[in-house]
């Protein structure tokens, strides 16, 4: 899941950037004219909009599902179908306007406007990065100086080695001494149990069922060596069109939303429930595990939820820059708003 999630974002420059001005002023133009049919004679009739997944169905995306099944969309006048994304990648569908909002996070978003393409974050589902980099205990990996001889199973982004020689510089490590290897679609479990010493997770999910499997691990958080890793993954995304022709629709979006999580963060094994006879393909007891670890996770120390610093999208734009991942400073201002959340 978290190899994929963050791939997306990272391939979409190239999509994006060739068909986004046709597309927008093509979807534009149809959604104020459909906007404009919802006034008057029609207003009883509910929004359709589509929200589009980063990933397959997890505990990050619990509260668009609460929303939609509780009906808190329908209460704001929405009727919501949740999808998920094809080859060109939920960032590209959020830009392009295939998809009215998606589930994002904040690598892709940086990236995406320094690329030109037009993506705004409208709300933070988690409010601190839980990810980080694990491995099998009996690797014996206990700070980043440890990666030092062993094997990271990756998916080919120039920001995981950015990202491990940023961490062992803080521990003396030398990132020269780390194999760094592409493991494709294969899982953290499968990876470890062949050739790879360490992976980069999601504890929310993939540490969670680790977990659940007695698989003990160690695991090593971005967090915990570097305030500028501090950064927003996922995000709840639209494009600027949006804003600027349904500034009604995205506040209607963004107040479910919210409503959902809030329903998530207070009710958790409820919320849990609600995923699970969404995508009964899903492993229960994950969700069921995962939940009950994630839910106080969103709003965390933020006044509420949803909530987005220009600091953290400053901080961690600086770091991509001075690591040369990005090609120029982010302009903060434009890539994200809180103009959307409710007060409370």
């Known amino acids: 899941m978290e190899r994929n999630k963050r791939k997306t974002g990272l391939q979409l420059a190239l999509a994006a950037t060739l068909m986004l001005s046709l597309a927008l002023t093509g979807c534009g133009a149809k959604k104020e004219n459909e906007a404009g049919a919802n006034d008057g004679a029609e207003t009883d009739k509910l929004k359709e909009i589509k929200v589009v997944l980063d990933w397959t169905p997890n505990t990050n995306h619990t509260g668009l599902y609460v929303a939609r099944d509780n009906g808190f969309f ?11 994304p094809g080859e ?8 392009t306007g295939a998809a009215d909002f998606g589930v994002s996070y904040q690598e892709g978003i940086t990236q995406a406007r320094i690329q030109g393409v037009p993506l705004v974050s409208i709300a933070a589902v988690i409010q601190h990065n839980t990810s ?3 491995s099998p205990a009996d690797k014996n990996i206990k700070s980043p100086k440890d990666f030092e001889g062993k094997t990271y199973g990756g998916w080919g982004s120039p920001a995981e080695s950015a990202v491990i020689d940023s ?17 494709g679609d294969a899982d953290f479990f499968t990876a470890t149990k062949k050739n790879i010493d360490f992976a980069w997770i999601y504890y929310a999910w993939t540490g969670v069922e680790a977990e659940l ?17 501090d950064y927003y993954t996922p995000v709840l995304a639209t494009n600027e069109s949006m804003i600027a022709e349904q500034k009604d629709t995205v506040e209607a979006f963004v107040a479910a939303a919210s409503e959902g999580y809030k329903f998530a963060i207070e009710h958790p094994e409820d919320a849990a429930e609600v995923l699970i006879k969404a995508v009964p393909d899903l ?3 994950l969700v069921r595990a995962s939940q009950k670890w994630l839910s106080p996770r969103y709003q965390d120390d933020a006044k509420r939820w949803g909530e987005q610093s220009k600091e953290v999208w400053t901080n961690y734009a600086e770091w991509m820059y001075d690591h ?13 708003t809180n103009e959307f959340l409710p007060e409370n």
């Open 283 to 285: 492993n229960a007891d």
């Open 132 to 134: 980080g980099f694990a």
């Open 74 to 84: 329908e209460k704001h006048g929405l009727k919501v179908d949740i999808i998920q």
């Open 213 to 229: 499997r007695g698989d003990k691990i160690n695991m090593i958080y971005l967090t915990d060596y570097s305030k500028k890793l």
């Open 167 to 183: 961490l062992m510089q803080e521990s003396n490590g030398d990132a020269k001494k780390v194999n760094i290897v592409s493991i």
């Open 324 to 336: 040369k991942l990005l090609d120029k400073q982010l302009d903060a201002d434009h890539a994200f």
């Open 88 to 95: 060109a990648g939920a960032d590209t569908m959020i830009a």
